[in-house]
């Protein structure tokens, strides 16, 4: 019953913005952290950042400053705030939560045009 799907993906002019929305259901949200993760074309699976049920956040040094990860917990919802996106932030984003971070969307494609 566990289900995350992620929303908001489409065709960014460089230096727009963005939000991700991911959709949960089946308990993970209330019981879990929650992440973001991209994966661009090429290239290994990377962590976005993080968030914590009472919602604390982490990010890797390098997402710092333009990517906030936020939730809703009436809503069951996590989202990703993006800002002044950049070519290199193309990929596709996932949504990925659980016991042992062993569930994920389906991701959504996010493109910065060059």
């Known amino acids: 019953q566990v289900q995350l799907v992620e929303s908001g993906g489409g065709l960014v002019q460089p230096g727009g913005s963005l939000r991700l929305s991911c959709e949960t259901s089946g308990g993970i949200f209330e019981e879990y952290p929650m992440y973001w993760h991209r994966q661009a074309p090429g290239q290994q699976r990377e962590l976005v950042a993080v968030?914590?049920?009472?919602?604390?956040?982490n990010y890797p040094e390098s997402m710092k400053g333009r990517f906030t990860i936020s939730r809703d917990n009436a809503k069951r919802t996590i989202y990703l705030q993006m800002h002044s996106l950049k070519p290199e932030d193309t990929a596709v984003y996932y949504c990925n939560g659980g016991p042992n971070r062993e569930y994920w969307g389906p991701g959504t494609q996010v493109t910065i045009s060059s």
């Open positions: 968030i914590m049920r009472g919602g604390t956040t």
